[in-house]
């Protein structure tokens, strides 16, 4: 059965994932994104929120359950990486730029080396993404020379220069300076506002209450509850939510 | 004439006969050097991408390969190719004479381009695991395969990671070309000694060798040092 857009973007329905060492990490998550849908992932250090992002592009392989991108399912042996990974974006906390090509570079590499699209082409939509990410004037510096914060947005332009429909987010802001974080949220809403489907894994709870749609909370690999940033803000039904937004609240 | 007046014999300045030996020795020794230096290099490339290959098998042989030529004297090494190796490749033309397929010169630069091969391939290895996990997990959320995300990013970071330990093994590696003095390439460590038989002239043509490779290496490390400041990456210092 073909994907249609009325169906979830991402579907993810029993999802279980052991790594090595034997602790369960993921222990059967179901959950469906809708198209244009921005959720917000929230939880403890540890209970798996890394994992489930990961698992949806297949940088980390699923042991039982099933992952549908588009109706194309990730837990799949003949998987198409590069189908998959066309579709889905994703924003790293170390943002995890290639530090010996510049910005320009880096947003134009994946579409020239992995779509093979014409250079002159590709090279116009890097220069409007990186206009939208506010850092025109900074095509020419080396990752090395810009701040984290202005990394972070030349990763985000990076990943849409892959036309994803997804973007995944993963703590994307932990690892920056409170002064450049700011830049970064907004960059991510006006992406939200402009319709693209995100899943945003997140501490920054003022950011998560403004920009989703549904805000998500897991725990020890299992998702405990979730709701519309107003109701889930406002009166969380589960104690361990509850302790959870006591403490960082 | 310095010979005259010192005693001093530097017949390769002025014996048209020993400068033309020597010259041809000279040239014999820089192109076996460029010879390994590139297949050296080609080899350790290659054999540090399949250090990281999935199949077992093609490690076990990567590994064999290396402990074999890192723990045994390369002179030994040519040796058994030259000995061992080299007496069973033998062509026996028409009138009887057999003909070795493989050339002195031929041996010498396998041995050689396999001897610092060996070190090449565990000194890009050890690049390749110094770029963080994360930089390939990066080029593979963008849709790169693996052997785009090794020719793209990774080696590039790898190589400049590497370069530091791949000019000591270079600058080894020219040295270490006069082994093949031991299967009579006639290179310049062996037609200086048919020129100091000849003219005993030992001394002399000991410090014309002592210079002539302290200038072959001196120029290298000009070189490598230029490619590693060409390659420098602003704001980036590599593990
Ligand atoms: N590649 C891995 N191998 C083994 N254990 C892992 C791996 N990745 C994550 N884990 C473990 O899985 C658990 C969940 O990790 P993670 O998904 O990163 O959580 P979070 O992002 O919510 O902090 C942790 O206990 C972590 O140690
Ligand atoms: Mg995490």
Redesign the interface.
């Known amino acids: 059965m073909p994907w249609t857009p009325d169906q979830p973007l991402v579907r993810l329905a029993d999802v279980h994932k052991t790594f090595g060492g034997g602790v369960e990490v993921l222990k059967g998550i179901t959950m469906d994104v809708m198209k244009g849908e921005v959720i917000c992932i929230i939880g403890p250090s540890g209970s798996g929120k890394s994992t489930l992002l990961r698992c949806v592009?297949a940088?980390v392989p699923i042991d039982r359950g099933s992952i549908l991108v588009e109706g194309q399912e990730v837990n799949d042996p003949k998987l198409d990486?590069?189908a998959l990974?066309?579709k889905?974006?994703?924003v790293?906390q170390?943002y995890?730029?290639?530090?010996?090509k510049t910005a320009l570079e880096n947003v134009m590499?994946?579409p020239v080396?992995?779509?093979k699209r014409d250079k002159k082409e590709v090279e116009r939509q890097a220069l409007a993404l990186i206009a939208k990410v506010r850092l025109t004037g900074k095509e020419e510096?080396?990752?090395?020379?810009?701040s984290g914060g202005q990394q972070q947005r030349i990763?985000i332009a990076?990943?849409l220069a892959?036309n994803p429909d997804v973007m995944l987010f993963d703590e994307v802001t932990a690892a920056l300076d409170p002064e450049t974080v700011k830049g970064v949220l907004v960059t991510i809403r006006e992406l939200a506002e402009d319709g693209m489907t995100c899943m945003i894994v997140t501490h920054e709870m003022g950011f998560a209450r403004e920009v989703a749609n549904r805000v998500y909370f897991t725990d020890g690999g299992v998702l405990v509850e979730h709701g519309p940033p107003k109701e889930f803000f406002a009166s969380p039904r589960d104690p361990r939510t509850r302790q959870f937004l006591d403490q960082i609240l | 004439m310095l010979h005259e007046t010192s005693g001093i014999k530097l017949t390769i300045f002025y014996d048209a006969f020993d400068r033309a030996r020597f010259f041809n020795g000279f040239l014999t020794s820089v192109r076996l050097m460029a010879v390994c230096l590139v297949a050296s290099v080609v080899i350790g490339v290659v054999g540090a991408w399949i250090q990281g290959s999935r199949l077992r098998v093609l490690r076990l042989i990567t590994q064999g390969y290396i402990q074999f030529f890192r723990n045994t004297p390369p002179l030994v090494q040519l040796y058994f190719f030259y000995f061992a190796l080299g007496s069973y490749l033998k062509l026996t033309t028409g009138n009887g004479i057999a003909v070795p397929i493989v050339s002195n010169f031929t041996w010498a630069a396998i041995c050689l381009s396999f001897y610092a091969g060996a070190f090449n391939v565990e000194i890009f290895r050890a690049g390749i695991e110094a770029v963080p996990r994360e930089t390939l997990e990066a080029a593979e959320s963008l849709g790169y395969s693996r052997l785009k995300a090794y020719a793209y990013v990774i080696l590039p970071l790898a190589f400049r990671i590497s370069l530091p330990a791949l000019n000591n093994n270079l600058v080894n590696l020219i040295k270490t070309t006069t082994i093949a003095y031991a299967i009579a390439v006639p290179e310049m460590l062996y037609v200086a000694n048919q020129i100091w038989s000849d003219e005993s002239n030992v001394p002399e043509m000991m410090n014309v060798l002592l210079i002539t490779y302290v200038s072959l290496v001196g120029i290298l490390v000009w070189v490598m040092g230029r490619w590693e400041r060409g390659l420098r990456i602003p704001g980036y210092s590599p593990a």
């Not at chain 1, 995890?96 to 010996?100: A, D, E, I, K, V």
């Not at chain 1, 510096?141 to 810009?146: A, F, I, K, Q, V």
């Open positions: 592009n940088l990486k590069l990974r066309r889905v974006g994703m790293f170390q995890n730029l290639f530090p010996h590499m994946a080396h992995v779509l510096s080396y990752p090395g020379e810009l990763a990076r990943s892959m």
